[in-house]
């Protein structure tokens, strides 16, 4: 296993003490939730309660008569009435996700179109509890009106038509966006097969739980705004909240402190939860003179948004007997709820992990997208989702159809644009890139960390003396190698020679004050400890950036290393100016270890405080000795496309990733027990080895949960989500694993410095689909509608009708 | 929260004569973690007014075993019966039953008394701010039966109400043929459930539960579990079974029904005989005779009969 | 009730006794709110006591007035309004404060005397992040009213961090936290396993860890943390 990397790194793939855990553990670390400023007042808003409803009459009289009630912002109140989310909002972080742009959605409307939508009303109030109990104060008469929950009833020729007229509309006025496509001939290639067949697919809608709940205080200071927000995208956020006061971006600092868990939820600004509260809390402040915090409480975190939307359709799949894959034409219904823009990324295309990683060549895709009565939905951890399902349930169908070894036919099928995995390295060769088969190195490092060749056994074939039976599971995917972030990041030197490294960054959890710094010590060529990263601010609006979050290193680790060569560049000119090192001149030194040296005659050096001490004059500039640049990462010139889906194209991935689980499963009851979990990941360069393997583990952990036992449930009557709390809705507990390791693989052959690449949004992904392989594997029965609860595994079984 | 008026008596008596006093909207609070969520959720169609809470009556608090009778306070928490060495290995169901509730957090604060007492999971009738005003509530529609009953009733819909009572040690404690005592009577806990807005049990407004008693126990016993997690959840469908040296069978199983369900045509299977798979299964089969399905819109509840089933022949081979 | 032993007196359980003829306290001159009736039996050492005023709304601190010391602790009372006049202590130091019937442990620990490791994730007992340990006890504290901690003795994650640094240092070298939100919250529950089972076994220490959610799904290095630092407690740090 290359588990820890490196001879040659002096700082990048070694473990050093986390340096935001003791505040962490101790609880000494300070997130948004946690601030009420002093004097604070407290904001909340309604929730429209039905799946699709209207205002007809609100009597607030009652709330506001309740002691302790400061302030009631009705939806007809002038002060809010009209105004939209995001107002003029042209920012290409929103351009570059889809052209389809439309701004419709007001602030507090009076009309909800799916159980959650924030109307009505916002009570300011002295107390949470004096919000709540005011709430219940408001007395609403509800017109309710039509809904439809499932997208392919929304399709449907006399289905009710949400929007009628919205210009983005295709088919009968709900369908928003769709994807497809189409390569090669299925049909020949079906007729060529020796075996066709079609599963039904579906995915549940989940959410993403950050433990810390949306929350935002708003103060000011004369004309200047903060706002303490739980924020992955702090810098947009203070955008957005400073364009819908209208003031300059420059008077509004936003301050993400550390984060309870973002996976993509918090920097869903479009969303009234981030944007919506932020402008609230902040004209309400402005005009009460006192701090505002507004809070969404949990049920409505659940009901107001999703990460993923509802999914269900079939994939068809044409394959021959030695597992090589014809033809797969998937067709995927996926629904959608505006969330203040139209957004249709929530299509996410389910075809592209065959074009990208496979060899199979005939493709085609169905994706439509129609508007139904869930709410809005963003990326969770990572929008793959579809994608990665779709393959390795094509992947596990094969393997099962033919009694094959699942990784068998991954190795078979692995490849790209309809081509074998020759063509794929071939491509990396002519960037002068490394050709290692990424994936039958995976796949030989957990084999036989699991124990797979022990392991495996024919469908439905090992009963264990508990009555329960065995299975294990595979599932893989190309790695999250690559990235389109532009960021800006500045190297500050301090008159110690140590560095700072500036750049708002909100913290995800990945570790990257430590890993950060690594970087930079490696880059500069000074000691780790003489590196710091802490900025949690926007003042500065440099930003190392977070949509991408954990994929980040690969921007990250780019822009650090650009702005420290600029950083050394200043630094050996101004020795070369005080004369030091016999008078040699800047581009004779290095710098290493903290020591500027001739390059030739490393014993020729001084430490880098005798340089920096002499910078005062750089110092005092708001920069002191500082670099910066603004690059667009993704810059290898190996892809042949840009972000965003459909347009076609493909884009070659050169390291893989692979897991693998063991489970066993009771007939009697259909409970599912976990057994041994190995996750292997090609990072293409291990920053932190500690970190790096914690979002292995970490992400399986969530994508177990995606798989077994979390679901958004509706009433289909009413339309009303009943899962909206932790008890009900489930995510996995530390007693729902049994046993998880994690690997990783160094191929230097990701789109980062040195070839590194991410790890965090790739696991938690994958992982569903194992549990049906797994499942099939223990009982010969194929379950491929997640999760798979024990009502499936009974029906599959046939011990229920 | 809203606020309200809070007791804390030292007493039984003067707990019961506060609630007396109080007759509208009062409510016993033990643990305090079922009431609580109650109370932030707005789930009650008028709010609770006041709550009595039993914390500083001492004497409830105890575990003992005296005059032929296991005696446990009714605020003895969960936690402290799971991890009791007495009641580990001579009660092994009602141990298991207390270790498989909840979390272990949860566990520390809820009492027995609590546990038994709870009211409903249903989804409809916990949904915040009283929005399903359903029969339990004093409505007219039960609407798991409209809905999504996935985890609700498969035994006769009594008063027309799908719910089920979730409480993991009632099991246990039906087939230890336990007695509760309250500050008025001492009678079968059998008797203890049955419909009642929004609880779910027949005590009077101002009666106690101050101790439970089961009579010494020297056969086997056995609790299982099913759920969708392994921890913090309630149960799909759980089930005990006791067989006493002398041969009798108690099975009951809950999260089926309004109240928890004795299994007496399983008894009787079981019953004299030499316990074997088949006759285990056998067991399951006769229980799951009367049950019944909700159809719904959503997903339906039949698998909990295969579910119950599957726990009954887990419960009576445990006691093999 | 079983009481639960332990060696360490610090940590959540000091006894009744103790609790009593522990230093004096002092009340604050929280008049504000009715309490004059408090200062019931003075005498002996003085110690200053936090008191926050506690009708809902803005916390403020009142100063303390070092006027009335009592020795005993405060009888627990209802104030005209229905506020609770309570005496407690928080990682070993005293605390009287005034809280309203439907005021949460957490809003009083957390929101008023400033105890931020308490986190809110799920608020309805169901998550475990919110842990604090009552008399030894690790108890959900969004779901424990604040007047039922009167004359208890609660450790809060600030406090055990300094009570325990080897539980502190073993959950920073296996990297137990991610976003570290919910972190505080098994800090508490696994000091809470240790001070009863010194050399707990990975069952025990997955069983006793139940009741965390963690959504960066960080549990599988907490079994290795946990033992860790009962090996490193065992060895008298």
């Known amino acids: 296993m290359a588990d820890v990397y490196k001879d040659d790194f002096l700082y990048v793939g070694k473990d050093y003490k986390r340096r935001d855990g003791p505040e962490k553990a101790a609880g ?158 299925v049909e020949k290639a079906f007729r060529e097969s020796d075996a066709v067949w079609t599963v039904p697919v579906a995915e549940p809608m989940i959410n993403w739980v950050s433990a810390e709940m949306p929350t935002c205080s708003c103060t000011w200071e004369s004309e200047n705004l903060t706002i303490y927000a739980h924020s992955q995208v702090p810098y947009e956020l203070g955008l957005f909240t400073a364009d819908n006061l209208g003031i300059p971006q420059s008077k509004v600092k936003v301050i993400s402190p550390f984060s309870g868990g973002t996976f993509g939820e918090r920097s869903f600004v479009q969303h009234f939860n981030d944007q919506g509260i932020a402008y609230i809390a902040a004209m309400l402040s402005k005009q009460h003179g006192r701090p505002v915090k507004f809070y969404i409480n949990r049920a409505d975190q659940f009901r107001t948004g999703r990460s993923q939307c509802y999914m269900h359709g079939e994939i068809k799949i044409g394959a021959n007997k030695d597992g090589k894959i014809n033809a797969v034409s998937i067709k995927n219904f996926t629904s959608f709820q505006r969330a203040g823009l139209w957004i249709t990324g929530s299509a996410y295309a389910g075809y592209d992990h065959f074009t990208d990683n496979t060899c199979v060549p005939n493709v085609k895709m169905e994706g439509r997208c129609a508007v139904t009565s869930q709410p809005p939905g963003w990326w969770f951890r990572c929008e793959q989702n579809i994608g990665c399902y779709n393959l390795n349930i094509v992947n596990s169908e094969v393997a099962h ?102 750049g708002q960054r909100d913290d995800l959890g990945t570790n990257d004050r430590t890993s950060y710094s690594q970087l930079a010590a490696e880059c500069i060529g000074i000691p780790y400890e003489m590196v710091n990263y802490r900025c949690t601010d926007t003042y500065l609006p440099m930003q190392l950036k977070n949509p991408g979050g954990s994929m980040g290193i690969i921007s990250q680790s780019r822009g650090i290393m650009r702005a420290a060569k600029k950083l050394r560049a200043e630094i050996f000119a101004k020795a070369e100016s005080l004369k030091v090192l016999n008078g ?150 530390m007693l729902d694993f049994e046993n998880a390791e994690s690997y990783l693989e160094e191929s230097h052959n990701c789109g980062g410095e040195w070839g590194c690449g991410g790890i965090g949004e790739d696991v938690a992904t994958l992982i569903p689909c194992i549990l049906t392989d797994a499942v099939r594997n223990a009982l010969g029965v194929s379950i491929t509608e997640q999760p798979i609860t024990p009502d499936k595994i009974l029906k599959a079984l046939g011990k229920v009708k | 929260m809203k606020n309200f008026k809070q007791y804390y008596p030292t007493t039984v008596d003067e707990a019961a004569k506060i609630l007396k006093e109080n007759p509208n909207d009062t409510y016993i609070c033990a643990g305090g973690t079922d009431i609580i969520g109650v109370m932030k959720d707005f789930i009650l169609p008028t709010y609770p007014t006041a709550l009595v809470s039993l914390d500083r009556i001492p004497g409830l608090k105890e575990i003992k075993e005296e005059g032929g009778f296991l005696t446990i306070g009714a605020m003895v928490p969960l936690e402290d019966i799971a991890t009791n060495d007495l009641i580990k290995s001579k009660y092994a169901c009602l141990a298991e039953a207390a270790a498989r509730t909840a979390s272990p957090h949860l566990r520390e604060s809820g009492t027995i008394g609590g546990n038994l007492c709870q009211m409903t999971r249903c989804w409809y009738f916990r949904h915040n701010n009283d929005q399903f005003h359903c029969l339990r509530k004093g409505g007219d529609t039960c609407y798991a039966l409209t809905g999504d009953a996935r985890f609700h009733s498969i035994f006769g819909l009594t008063k027309m109400c799908a719910a089920v009572n979730p409480s993991d040690t009632a099991p246990a404690m039906v087939v230890l043929d336990a007695k509760v005592v309250t500050n008025k009577r001492e009678f079968g806990i059998e008797e203890l459930w049955g419909f009642a807005v929004p609880g779910s049990t027949k005590l009077e407004h101002d009666e106690i539960i101050t101790c439970f008693k089961i009579p010494a126990f020297s056969g086997k016993s056995c609790f299982y579990k099913a759920a969708i997690r392994k921890t913090i959840d309630f149960p799909i469908v759980n089930g005990a079974c006791a067989i006493t040296a002398s041969g009798d069978v108690k099975i009951c199983v809950n999260a089926v029904a309004l109240s928890p369900h004795r299994c007496k045509e399983a008894e009787a299977v079981v019953k004299g005989q030499t316990i074997t798979e088949s006759l285990a299964e056998k067991a399951g089969d006769e229980a799951a005779k009367k049950a019944t399905v909700i159809e719904g819109t959503g997903t339906t509840n039949e698998y909990k009969i295969q579910m119950m089933k599957g726990i009954i022949k887990k419960v009576v081979l445990g006691c093999k | 009730m079983t ?187 696994a000091a809470a396993l240790l001070k009863r089972n010194s050399d707990p076994t990975t069952d025990e220490i997955r069983e006793a860890l139940a009741g965390n959610l963690c959504r960066c799904g960080t549990y599988p290095v907490h079994i290795p943390a946990v033992k860790e630092a009962a090996k490193a407690l065992k060895g008298g740090r």
């Not at chain 1, 105004?83 to 290409?92: E, T, V």
């Not at chain 3, 005293?94 to 608020?123: A, D, Q, Y």
């Open chain 1, 401 to 502: 159809k033919f009694g094959l070894d699942p990784i068998d036919v991954a190795i078979k099928n692995n490849g790209y644009e309809g081509e074998d995995v020759d063509h794929l390295y071939k491509i990396a060769a002519e960037h002068g890139l490394p050709t290692t088969d990424s994936l039958k190195a995976c796949i030989a490092t957990g084999k036989k960390a699991f124990k797979w060749d022990e392991k495996l056994h024919a469908d439905g074939a090992k009963k264990l003396p508990n009555g329960r039976y065995h299975g294990i599971g595979f599932v893989w995917d190309h790695a999250w190698n690559d990235n389109v972030n532009t960021i800006t990041v500045g190297l500050a030197l301090n008159q110690d020679g140590s560095v700072n490294i500036i």
């Open chain 1, 28 to 185: 000494t670390a300070t997130y948004a939730a946690d601030i009420t400023l002093p004097n604070s007042l407290f904001a909340k808003v309604m929730t429209c309660p039905w799946a699709h409803a209207k205002i007809k009459k609100m009597d607030t009289s009652k709330a506001e008569k309740l002691e302790g009630v400061v302030d009631i912002l009705r939806f007809d109140d002038p002060r809010i009435k009209g105004k939209m989310l995001n107002s003029s909002w042209n920012h290409p972080f929103v351009a570059y996700l889809t052209e389809n742009v439309e701004h419709l959605k007001e602030m507090l409307p009076d009309e909800g179109f799916y159980d959650g939508e924030e109307l009505g009303v916002v009570i300011l109030a002295e107390s949470e509890n004096i919000c709540e109990e005011a709430m219940d104060l408001v007395e609403v008469e509800w017109e309710q009106l039509p809904f439809i929950l499932d997208p392919e009833d929304a399709l449907k020729d006399d289905a009710y038509v949400y929007f009628p007229g919205r210009k983005t509309m295709q088919g009968n006025g709900n369908e928003i966006d769709g994807c497809f496509f189409n390569m090669g001939d």
């Open chain 3, 3 to 189: 009481e639960k032993k332990n060696k360490k007196k610090s940590l959540g359980e000091i006894s009744r006794r103790e609790f009593l003829i522990d230093a004096g306290i002092v009340l604050g001159s929280t008049a504000a709110v009715g309490t004059a009736a408090l200062a019931s039996s003075c005498g002996g050492k003085t110690e200053t006591v936090t008191s926050t005023v506690t009708k809902d709304g803005p916390s403020k601190t009142v100063t303390t007035t070092v006027t009335d010391v009592v020795e005993k602790l405060v009888p627990l009372s209802c104030t005209e309004d229905g506020q609770w006049v309570i005496d407690f202590k928080v990682n070993g130091k005293r605390f009287v404060e005034i809280v309203e019937p439907n005021e949460t442990l957490h809003h009083l620990l957390h929101e008023k005397l400033g105890f931020k490791s308490i986190k809110t994730f799920c608020s309805r007992g169901g998550c475990g992040s919110c842990s604090v340990l009552i008399d030894g006890r690790p108890i959900l504290s969004c779901m424990t009213f604040a007047s039922s901690v009167h004359g208890k003795e609660i450790w809060t994650a600030e406090g055990i961090a300094t009570e325990m640094p080897a539980l502190i240092d073993a959950y920073v070298d296996n990297e137990c936290m991610q976003c570290g939100y919910c972190t505080p919250g098994f800090i508490v529950t």
């Open chain 1, 584 to 733: 040699i001149k800047a581009d004779e030194m290095d710098l290493k270890e903290g020591y500027v040296f001739e390059a030739k005659n490393p014993s020729n050096r001084i430490h880098i405080s005798e340089v920096a001490a002499t910078c005062l004059p750089y110092a005092a500039q708001p920069w002191g000795v500082s670099c910066k640049g603004s690059i667009m990462v993704y810059d290898t010139n190996v892809t042949k496309r840009k972000w965003g889906y459909p347009d076609g194209g493909t884009r070659p991935r050169f390291a893989r990733q692979c897991h693998f689980l063991e489970i066993e499963v009771d007939p009697d009851t259909g409970e599912i027990f976990m057994g041994d979990l190995v996750t292997v990941n090609d990072v293409g360069v291990v920053i932190s080895p500690k970190s790096c393997k914690g979002q292995g583990y970490g992400g399986a952990m969530q994508g177990l949960g995606r798989a077994y036992s979390e679901e958004y449930i509706y009433d289909k009557t009413y339309g009303v989500l009943l899962n909206p709390d932790l008890q009900e809705y489930k995510i996995v507990t």
